[in-house]
Structure formats: C-alpha cells, structure tokens
C-alpha cells in the first residue's frame, strides 16, 4: 500500500512539473493546440494514475482481507460433542454481559439452527438464562406461564410468523427443560390470544384495568388490517396508555404487572410517533434496558433480532443497536448472520434464491476459505472499511463491519425456513 501511494505521488508531481514547463513553451499558433498541451493532457494523465491508484487500493484491501481470514477465521462444528465447537468463543464472551444474535434474513433456516446450538452452548457454559426476541413485550410474556401447552403452539402465538418452525419449537423446549427465561421486546403488534390471557391473568383482582387493557388490545387487533384507519387511531391510542400508566403507577405490582405497565409506557411514545422510521428501533431498545436493569438485572441475556436492528453503527441515529451499544458499551457483543448459496424465505414464507453477492463482498470473502460455517472477529484493521454485503439474500447494502458487529458468521449453502401454520 505504501509503495502503491509513493508511485502515486511521484506521477503527480510529473504532472505538476509538466504544466509548469509547458506555461513557458511559445504560444501555438492554434489556440485549440493550447487548450489540449495546457489542460487536457494532464487532466486526463491525472485520471489515469487515480484510476490505476484506486485499482490497485482495491485489489490490495482485498488481498488483505483474504489474508486475515485465512489467519484468523474459525470453523464452527456443530457436530462437536459438548459444544466444543463453540469453544472459541469462551475468553471473546467471558466478560460480556449481552449478546446480540442478528441474521441478514428472518427465513433462513441454518440461521435458527445455528442460534439453537449457540443458545444451549451460551447457557450451558457461560451461564446466560435469558432469551429476549424481536417480538412483542406481553406475546412472549404469557409463553412463560403457558408450561403445559405444546411448544410450537406457544412459539405460533408468542413470536413473529417468520419463527413459527419446527427448529424454533425446540428451542422452546429446550428453554423450558433448562430453566431459561423467554421474553420479548417488540412494541410492533402480532395478533394472538395470549395479551387477553396474560391481563385476565395478571390483574384478575383488578378489573378496571384488566378491562381497559383489554379494551385497548381489542381495538388494535380490530384495526391493524386497515392501515388508514390504524394511523388515524394513534393519537388516541398513545393518549389511552398515557391515562392507563398513571393509573398503574399509584399500584404496588408484581414483576408480571411491571412487565405489563413497562409495555404501556412504551406505547405511548410509540402510537404517538409510528409513522417515523426509527421509532420501533427506539422503543425495542428501552425494554431491553429496562428489562436488563429491572426484572433480569443480575442475568446474562441473549438477544435474537435482524441484522438491521442490532447494527452497532446504522445511519439513523435511533436504530436498535446503537442505542444499545451507547448504552452497555463493553458489556456487549454483537453478532452478525451472513450467509451465501442456497434459498431463504421472505417474511411472508415466500422462499427465493439468494443472490450471488458478487466480487469483493463480505460474503464472497469469508466463503472462500472453503468452511461450512465461519465465525470471524471484526476487530481486524481490514474490517474498518465499507464493504458490500446482501440484505435479506437479495438486496444489496454497504456497511463497516468492525463498526457494526464485534464477530460475522457467515453460512455457506442454505435453505428457506418452512413456516407452520
């Protein structure tokens, strides 16, 4: 590289002297001549050297980046027995208190069976008893007093569709069997019956506010598939949960209602500015902090989110992520899913080819070293920089890795999740 910047200064100063000497030649007769000795030649010679310095600069970060993936890349067996093929991981999380699990598409299943293993290896060996998913706040809540319902009904009623899979079904069992704690953190609403059943159950000695709860969950679910309609509700909607959280907060309440006012003090903000991008991304990060900080204090928690919602370093400055990271700095680590070759679904369970990323992606990179599944720190130099990758499996998007994840997994050779009904 620093050769490359010396050949590149030494042009330019050719260049220079060039024009200082031709502004002493004679005059040519033809003014079009002076135009082209003055001015177009050395322009268009500049041009080049530029050119050929930015070829080369590319291919060089490239070298070098495919250089620090083969010296530092780990392959993640997941055959291993007692999750030693995680056991890479143990001094890099040690000190970590919340880790973000992120994937580039919600369809993609080698991503939900990679999380599955990463989640019994993080709470079998490094102690982490929560799990907190993109969904919402009271869906989730009920999946942890619903003990005697089959697990893929709880996951159909407590998590966004795109996880209702056979995979995600025996994470819950799992969860169960070991004694971790289920949540979510989402002010989006999902449909379900399980908000009805958590207010019934939570204030059952208090059927003023049960009603109104339910009132309220009636009325969104009522106009969620009217989206005019719905926007037209919000300001009284956000007004509504103002009055119900002054009413909740003169009451003494058990975790189970603190989990239920924390829900209300979110929708507040969040009806009152739906319609602005980053308002979801605001709200899920305040019920992390207040569920790390409150109900799950002295625990280690595990995050399962999109890519986009756990970026440490997004554009907008409200995003998920990086309020998250402002926020417990050193105490977190963010992981991001790539993947390359092979089918995803959409959100809708529409499955598709994922796009070849191309030449010089992250994916292309990290795929070459030839492992099925390859973990990567960010830390490396050649990370500080931005590199295309795909979003979704179809959509192309530049990012900084080091500035938006600690680590990469990327998976080689995928397929579409099979959603159930």
């Avoid at 083969?70 to 067996?77: D, P, R, S, W, Y």
């Avoid at 001094?91 to 880790?99: D, W």
């Avoid at 963010?334 to 499955?351: C, D, E, Q, R, S």
Wanted: proline share 4%; glycine share 4%; aromatic share 8%.
């Amino acid at each position: 590289m620093k050769k490359a910047k010396a050949i590149a200064k030494k042009e330019v100063i050719k260049v220079q002297r060039a024009t200082q000497k031709s502004k002493l030649v004679s005059q040519p007769f033809f003014p079009e001549q002076r135009i082209n000795l003055l001015t177009h030649q050395p322009i268009m010679r500049l041009t080049l050297i530029l050119i050929t310095f930015i070829i080369h600069f590319t291919a060089t970060a490239q070298d070098n980046l495919s250089t620090t993936i083969q010296q530092h890349a780990k392959e993640i067996n997941t055959t291993a027995p007692d999750f030693k093929g995680f056991s890479f991981l143990d001094t890099m999380l040690q000190n970590k208190r919340i880790v973000l699990l992120g994937e580039s598409s919600h369809g993609t299943e080698e991503y939900s069976q990679t999380k599955l293993q990463l989640i019994q290896y993080l709470h079998e060996k490094l102690g982490f008893k929560v799990l907190l998913f993109e969904s919402p706040m009271t869906n989730t809540a009920y999946g942890n007093l619903a003990t005697n319902t089959p697990a893929n009904e709880v996951v159909r009623n407590s998590l966004q569709s795109f996880w209702n899979t056979a995979t995600v079904a025996r994470l819950f069992d799992y969860s169960r069997k070991n004694n971790m704690q289920l949540g979510g953190f989402d002010p989006q609403y999902v449909r379900s019956p399980y908000p009805a059943l958590l207010y019934t159950q939570a204030f059952s000695d208090q059927p003023a506010i049960k009603n109104t709860l339910l009132k309220l969950d009636s009325r969104i679910a009522e106009n969620l598939t009217q989206p005019r309609l719905f926007l037209s509700l919000k300001d009284s909607l956000s007004t509504a949960f103002a009055t119900l959280n002054n009413q909740l907060a003169t009451l003494q309440l058990s975790p189970l209602q603190q989990w239920i006012k924390q829900m209300v003090t979110t929708n507040i903000s969040y009806y009152a500015r739906i319609e602005e991008g980053d308002q979801r991304d605001s709200c899920m990060a305040k019920n992390i902090i207040w569920l790390a900080e409150n109900l799950y204090a002295n625990e280690k928690i595990i995050i399962w989110a999109h890519n986009t919602h756990i970026d440490k370093k997004p554009n907008h400055k409200k995003m998920m992520g990086k309020l998250l990271a402002a926020h417990f700095k050193d105490q977190l680590y963010a992981v991001g899913l790539y993947m390359i070759n092979g089918t995803t679904a959409l959100n809708n369970g529409k499955p598709i080819i994922v796009k070849e990323p191309g030449k010089g992606s992250l994916e292309a990179a990290l795929a070459a070293i030839g492992f099925k599944s390859t973990f990567i720190e960010t830390k490396h130099a050649v990370f500080d920089r931005r590199i295309p990758t795909l979003h979704m499996g179809k959509d192309k998007q530049v990012l900084n890795p080091q500035k938006s994840f600690d680590a990469i997994i990327l998976i080689n050779g995928v397929h579409a999740a099979i959603f159930e009904h």
